[in-house]
């Protein structure tokens, strides 16, 4: 079924949009959800989760490409579920999603107060984003948004690992002196 | 900034980024494997199974034919694949080719993506109406800005304003209801999109727009000026709030048009909508305001969220630009509430009703001792005991009710007013469990023990069920409100959201309780003979 009819069911509130949400992107979905929480059982709550957010957000939200919607939906479940996980467990993440190197990226103070600063925040993370060559832009979302670890990237792009390691430390860079020029404290 | 907000942040990134990275069409070869439990525990509905396993069936086929690296054909694996090849591979190509070959041949216009019926263009020229018939099609409000066009078409207009007309309790007297209610672009390129349900007001037949809604000039143009080049902001005033006599707007970015186009070349969607905070806000939902941004146009107006009396503006902004800024005069009220802080919902305003029905909220259990209250609270009702959702489906939760949120209140008679999430074991992050025997009268209890010359109250709510033995479980907090720490963050009912409910192992001797049932057993367990209960404290 295309995009523009499960929408269209999603916004005639009709039940069977989540039956054909789940079959046309539930793998997608699930692939996102399963590399973050690294759980089965996990991931089938999390699916579950992004169909009640889907449904609860279209309508009003017509997004452009609901897979996009769809897996960032998703990514963002996952993410809530691992750090709730995380913090009842202490400690309990794994290499991939560590993230250890962000240590020297960010500041771990001020946070992004307002809505509008974050919105302005994301539209200049944007900007950069589609500014970067196309493989950088690749490692770069797929590490910071995918969760995906430096190994699986580095067998994806046939890249070996300190390679991976270094050209994500650069973009990092860039990036942030990209957002210190417009203002923000990363 | 932590590691936690820059990854949330890089969650908000754009969803073509997203898209073309996990590049759906040309097939994802990262395979997650996982281990299905010994016990398959979690029963999807008997659709999405069915579902699941054609999926799985054809993506082997599929993969196993083209994909670089083919899934294991115990396909037991997610992968970064998706649908758009599965689902045309149910279809063999050879059965194809003659369909191919013909329309090959033919040199009429492309097929259409997807057929609308009516074209927009045959009622842009109506202009303003004074005597509108039922069954006409016309054009109510345009604007233009740099070459883009717009129009605000009502389609098939099925009913005018001034006659009666009521529907779900909801009044329709001051309406327009149509059939479809549709937002017409033409953009400086010459492409065309069209933007539908465009008013939050419809049922299945018609959708409905209040006659107010087109006083002045109803439909804007804006243009943004930031980085990333120019944006150009589509203002429509959707709805109106009788009540405070306020237009209310919806604002879109229209620099996205898609390439899916209908019988007449225009495309089927291509407006990103922004949302405006206090619309079609449930439960924990947040919805952030687009609240900056250079305008560069004429005409300041203040549209008014009636729910929450927020401000929208759109006013002058020194020298160039106008600024769409949200003011929430809430914050005079009370002092510690700040824009993050939004419940949505007043729990003194919600029913009491110990079974609500699917999509309602209200007060479910509650208690009292000595003027200290306590409620327990569900909000947007997803499903009740004994029904299979279609999304909360597995056997697991059949037995329980889900809601979007399931909270305790509690307040004392010097005002003070807590309100905190119950944490049951199965909430997920958009939905809280709670087992069918958790919810009775009487749930919920308040009691005061004594030990040492110390008392404290204690509030009881049960909230899990010992599947094994039948035993309920139940969490104790403290009641003792001069303990919680009302300088925590309050919400815009002037609630203390922000600091939690603090756990209480009871001890001691009971002194007082709200419903008496309760006994403390020689064991120092706490034992409900109504239900016949030892009670366990649920950490």
């Keep these: 079924m295309e995009d523009e009819e499960i929408i269209a069911l999603l916004e005639g509130r009709s039940e069977s949009a989540i039956a054909e949400l789940s079959k046309k992107y539930g793998r997608l979905c699930g692939s996102v959800a399963q590399k973050i929480l690294g759980d089965f059982a996990e991931t089938e709550q999390c699916l579950n989760d992004t169909y009640y957010q889907v449904w609860n957000s279209i309508p009003p939200a017509r997004p452009s490409s609901l897979s996009a919607f769809a897996a960032a939906v998703t990514r963002n479940i996952a993410l809530m579920q691992l750090r709730r996980r995380q913090a009842e467990k202490r400690g309990g993440g794994d290499g991939a999603l560590s993230f250890d190197e962000l240590d020297e990226y960010v500041s771990g103070g001020r946070s992004v107060e307002s809505e509008a600063e974050r919105k302005e925040l994301v539209k200049a993370i944007n900007g950069f984003l589609y500014k970067l060559p196309e493989l950088k832009r690749q490692l770069f979302i797929r590490r910071y948004w995918g969760c995906c670890g430096i190994r699986e990237l580095a067998e994806r792009f046939g890249m070996s690992e300190s390679n991976v390691t270094v050209t994500l430390t650069r973009v990092r860079k860039k990036l942030k002196e990209y957002l210190k020029r417009r203002g923000f404290e990363v | ?539």
């Excluded at chain 2, 969803?15 to 990275?21: F, P, Q, R, W, Y």
């Excluded at chain 2, 029963?43 to 999926?55: E, Q, T, Y």
């Excluded at chain 2, 401000?311 to 929430?328: F, G, L, M, Q």
């Design chain 2, 1 to 539: 900034m932590t590691k936690n907000e820059f990854l949330d942040v890089m969650g908000e990134i754009d969803g073509k980024l997203i898209e073309s990275t996990l590049d759906i069409s040309r097939m994802e070869t990262v395979e997650i494997p996982y281990e299905r439990p010994p016990v398959f525990r979690y029963i999807f509905g008997a659709a999405a199974c069915v579902v699941a396993v054609f999926v799985t069936a054809l993506a082997v086929r599929h993969f196993n034919g083209i994909a670089t690296q083919p899934l294991d054909s115990t396909s037991e694996n997610y992968s970064f694949s998706e649908s758009e090849s599965v689902s045309t591979t149910g279809s063999d190509s050879s059965d194809d080719s003659d369909i191919s070959d013909s329309s090959s041949e033919s040199t009429e216009a492309p097929e259409p993506d997807f057929i609308r019926g009516w074209d927009p263009e045959d009622y842009l020229s109506n202009g303003l109406h004074e005597n509108i018939a039922l069954g006409e099609s016309l054009t109510l409000s345009t604007a233009e800005l740099d070459g883009i066009k717009v129009a605000l078409i009502l389609h098939d207009i099925t009913k005018l304003p001034g006659e009666e007309y009521s529907e779900n309790g909801l009044d329709y007297t001051n309406y327009y209801g149509a059939k479809d209610i549709v937002l017409y672009i033409i953009d400086d390129k010459g492409r065309k999109c069209l933007q539908e349900y465009v008013t939050p007001l419809r049922n299945d037949g018609m959708q409905f727009i209040h006659q107010n809604c087109f006083i002045g000039e109803s439909t804007r143009l804006f243009k943004t000026e930031s980085d990333d080049g120019e944006h150009y902001v589509l203002m429509q005033i959707a709805d109106y709030s009788e009540e405070n006599d306020a237009p209310i707007a919806t604002f879109y970015d229209v620099n996205m048009v898609s390439d899916r186009l209908d019988e007449n070349g225009i495309s089927g969607y291509g407006l990103i909508e922004y949302y405006i905070r206090g619309t079609g806000r449930v439960g924990g939902w947040r919805f952030g305001y687009q609240a900056s941004g250079d305008f560069c146009h004429s005409g300041g107006t203040t549209f008014t969220d009636p729910v929450y009396n927020y401000n929208i503006s759109i006013c002058p902004n020194t020298d160039k630009a106008y600024v769409i800024s949200a003011d929430i005069p809430l914050q005079d009220k009370n002092a510690d509430f700040s824009e993050l802080n939004i419940t949505g919902w007043d729990p003194d305003t919600l029913p009491f009703n110990t079974y609500p029905e699917v999509g309602e909220s209200a007060v479910v259990s509650r208690a009292e001792l000595d003027g200290l209250q306590a409620e327990l609270i569900m909000i947007n009702v997803i499903k009740r005991p004994g029904e299979r959702h279609y999304i909360y489906s597995q056997d697991d939760y059949l037995d329980m009710w889900v809601a979007d949120d399931i909270c305790l209140y509690i307040k004392d008679d010097n005002g003070r007013r807590i309100l905190s999430h119950l944490n049951t074991p199965l909430t997920t992050g958009f939905a809280k469990f709670m087992p069918e025997e958790c919810l009775f009268v009487g749930s919920t209890k308040i009691f005061s023990v004594e030990r040492d010359g110390v008392s404290d109250y204690v509030i009881m709510q049960y909230c899990t069920i010992d599947e094994d033995s039948g035993t309920l479980n139940a969490a104790f907090v403290s009641g003792d409100t001069e303990l919680y720490d009302l300088t925590a963050p309050k919400d815009e009912n002037g609630i203390t959201i922000g600091g939690g409910l603090l756990p209480l192992t009871p001890r001691g001797t009971i002194t007082s309780s709200s419903d008496g049932s309760l006994v403390i057993l020689e064991d120092g367990s706490l034992y409900d003979r109504e239900k016949n209960n030892t009670i366990i404290f649920c950490e």
